[in-house]
């Protein structure tokens, strides 16, 4: 039997953000590295994945998706002394900014939240996490196959500019900039929270479908953006699509989102390549998310995108219930286990 290859490298665990601010309360930080290691040791039980540590990702991949200033501000970072985090607190007006990314007083500039820490190791863990999505998506442009990579910092909510939510590069975009020039991508984020940050980057691209489902903005970070109302722009206007779905739903309801709205507008996009920001914050047990999805259902709704018989790259997004997150994540692979080259 061929296997279902799972990228991740053990670098990717070095960073601890130790906690965050929320609403003016310091919190124990959710993105710890007990996610990942729960997820890399169920899918090392499973016999039909083969976990693959990926190569470095070239400087280039990542400037695809990210500006310069953004990545010199991660260097900055990595001078700072061990065990000390910086958390902007200053948040600058842009029009009147004289950034500099070589400041570290400057972060708040390129950051939109007081949740996402840098310290000696950011650069390293993100960059390692964008390494296996950039390694996942190779490998899927060579085979036609399915992939996942377990990208742990998470990347969803980073933009071409700017970091926050957790997230320092885009994985899913970097993977997806790997596809676009072979053929048109369908962009599916399954997270909880709306993915600003891919579809800021691909508001104006007419080969790369962006469609998130996801809790409402109103009452769920990211706040400002994820409306339905937001369809793209220039050339990319119709190639953005948002829905939201109330607080508490089940997977009845989500499966008939699916079904009605989302799988018949990727199909109506005709794309060659998809990509899957996959969040398991929908969990019913999640801190953070607050829809009620149960572990069984992850693998009906993968089942709902692997019908599409695409060449497929599953990104890691968020899911903080670390308890039973390897069981999610497991559960949606088995969705694609008829798809394995
Ligand atoms: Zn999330």
């Given at each position: 039997m061929e296997k279902l290859y799972a990228y991740f490298h053990v670098n990717q665990l070095d960073f601890h953000p130790k906690y965050e601010w929320a609403l003016g309360n310091r919190i124990k930080h959710p993105e710890t590295t007990k996610r990942a290691e729960n997820i890399f040791k169920k899918l090392k039980a499973e016999k039909w994945i083969e976990l693959k540590e990926p190569d470095n990702i070239p400087l280039k991949a990542i400037r695809d998706s990210h500006n310069y200033q953004l990545i010199t501000l991660y260097n900055?970072?990595?001078?700072?002394?061990?065990?000390?985090?910086?958390?902007?607190?200053?948040?600058?007006?842009?029009?009147?900014?004289?950034?500099?990314?070589?400041?570290?007083?400057?972060?708040?500039?390129?950051?939109?939240?007081?949740?996402?820490?840098?310290?000696?190791?950011?650069?390293?863990?993100?960059?390692?996490?964008?390494?296996?999505?950039?390694?996942?998506?190779?490998?899927?442009?060579?085979?036609?196959?399915?992939?996942?990579?377990?990208?742990?910092?998470?990347?969803?909510h980073a933009a071409r500019d700017t970091y926050g939510g957790y997230c320092y590069f885009n994985n899913a975009a970097i993977a997806a900039k790997v596809l676009r020039p072979k053929g048109r991508v369908a962009l599916v984020d399954v997270d909880f929270h709306h993915g600003n940050g891919t579809q800021g980057l691909f508001y104006r691209d007419d080969q790369v479908f962006v469609t998130s489902i996801h809790g409402d903005p109103r009452e769920y970070f990211p706040y400002f953006c994820g409306f339905p109302s937001e369809q793209g722009s220039g050339d990319g206007l119709g190639y953005n699509l948002n829905v939201i779905l109330?607080?508490?739903t089940k997977w009845r309801n989500y499966k008939k989102t699916l079904k009605e709205t989302v799988i018949p507008a990727i199909k109506r996009f005709e794309p060659d390549y998809l990509v899957l920001s996959a969040g398991f914050d929908t969990y019913h047990k999640d801190p953070i998310g607050r829809f009620a999805l149960e572990t069984k259902d992850y693998e009906l709704m993968a089942k709902e995108f692997s019908a599409l018989g695409l060449p497929t790259v599953i990104c890691q997004e968020g899911g903080y219930y670390t308890p039973d997150l390897?069981?999610?994540?497991?559960?949606?692979?088995?969705?694609?286990k008829g798809r394995i080259k």
């Amino acid at each position: 039997m061929e296997k279902l290859y799972a990228y991740f490298h053990v670098n990717q665990l070095d960073f601890h953000p130790k906690y965050e601010w929320a609403l003016g309360n310091r919190i124990k930080h959710p993105e710890t590295t007990k996610r990942a290691e729960n997820i890399f040791k169920k899918l090392k039980a499973e016999k039909w994945i083969e976990l693959k540590e990926p190569d470095n990702i070239p400087l280039k991949a990542i400037r695809d998706s990210h500006n310069y200033q953004l990545i010199t501000l991660y260097n900055t970072a990595m001078a700072l002394p061990e065990g000390e985090t910086f958390y902007p607190s200053v948040f600058p007006q842009r029009k009147d900014s004289k950034p500099d990314p070589t400041n570290i007083y400057h972060a708040g500039f390129y950051c939109f939240d007081s949740g996402t820490p840098l310290n000696n190791k950011t650069w390293q863990a993100a960059a390692w996490s964008a390494a296996s999505s950039f390694h996942a998506a190779k490998e899927v442009l060579k085979k036609g196959s399915v992939t996942y990579a377990l990208s742990r910092p998470p990347g969803h909510h980073a933009a071409r500019d700017t970091y926050g939510g957790y997230c320092y590069f885009n994985n899913a975009a970097i993977a997806a900039k790997v596809l676009r020039p072979k053929g048109r991508v369908a962009l599916v984020d399954v997270d909880f929270h709306h993915g600003n940050g891919t579809q800021g980057l691909f508001y104006r691209d007419d080969q790369v479908f962006v469609t998130s489902i996801h809790g409402d903005p109103r009452e769920y970070f990211p706040y400002f953006c994820g409306f339905p109302s937001e369809q793209g722009s220039g050339d990319g206007l119709g190639y953005n699509l948002n829905v939201i779905l109330p607080t508490g739903t089940k997977w009845r309801n989500y499966k008939k989102t699916l079904k009605e709205t989302v799988i018949p507008a990727i199909k109506r996009f005709e794309p060659d390549y998809l990509v899957l920001s996959a969040g398991f914050d929908t969990y019913h047990k999640d801190p953070i998310g607050r829809f009620a999805l149960e572990t069984k259902d992850y693998e009906l709704m993968a089942k709902e995108f692997s019908a599409l018989g695409l060449p497929t790259v599953i990104c890691q997004e968020g899911g903080y219930y670390t308890p039973d997150l390897g069981a999610n994540v497991v559960s949606f692979l088995k969705g694609f286990k008829g798809r394995i080259k």
